[in-house]
């Protein structure tokens, strides 16, 4: 996981990502992935590695939970205490 502290040393840090062979970069701020977005773009390394929020991959991750239980009709009751 990556914070850009604001975009300083940002075409840096995605240098020393693509150097380390790093398929995916994650952040929990928006404005480092666009940040790192835009600097994956300057160094040609799109298809490479992907920038994504951490919130994403928790969503991802518990995608097959949520549709095993639609499929056998269960609730899932969320408290905010």
Do not use: Y
Not at 28 to 48: D, I, K, S
Request: contains cysteine; aromatic residues 2%.
């Amino acid at each position: 996981m990556l914070c850009v502290g604001g975009g300083i040393r940002t075409a840096e840090q995605a240098a020393e990502i693509a150097v380390a062979g790093a398929d995916i970069i994650v952040t929990a701020c928006p404005f480092c992935t666009r940040v790192l977005e835009q600097a994956v773009r300057e160094m040609g390394l799109q298809g490479r590695i992907a920038v994504q929020d951490l919130a994403m991959i928790v969503l991802e991750s518990a995608r097959p939970i949520n549709e095993k239980m639609i499929a056998e009709n269960t609730r899932l009751e969320v408290a905010h205490v």
